[in-house]
């Protein structure tokens, strides 16, 4: 299940692993994304704390991690192609697998229905 940070984020942990990524709602805000500067892996990042950049045609914005986390590992695919975070933001436009440091923070995340009325979509 995908869960929403009110900074535009998502987090989804599948079989263990755990993805984090910016939302439909940040990349449709966005526009066209041409560039994105991720986190060393290795990193901590505390939740709600900048983790990265990513920058459009019209703007540039932060990246905020959902949960207190580690990263692991960055997408390489989205930093050769950033078009990804546009085509599939939350599927092969993932920013990070990350370790997380307080599994109790997912609790306070939103659903899809509570993020989507959060983004007014």
């Known amino acids: 299940m995908t869960q929403y940070h009110s900074e535009h984020t998502w987090v989804r942990v599948e079989a263990g692993t755990v993805f984090v990524g910016i939302t439909v709602h940040a990349q449709d805000t966005l526009g066209d994304i041409v560039f994105v500067e991720f986190a060393e892996t ?6 709600g704390s900048v983790a990265g950049v990513v920058e459009s045609v019209k703007a540039a914005a932060d990246v905020h991690m959902p949960v ?12 050769a192609d950033p078009s990804l975070a546009n085509s599939d933001p939350e599927g092969a436009g993932w920013f990070y697998k990350v370790q997380l440091n307080q599994a109790t923070e997912l609790d306070q995340l939103m659903d899809a229905a ?5 983004a007014g979509q």
């Open 68 to 79: 207190s986390a580690t990263v692991l590992e960055v997408n390489e695919e989205l930093r």
């Open 42 to 47: 290795g990193k901590a990042f505390e939740q």
């Open 114 to 118: 509570a993020y989507q009325a959060f």
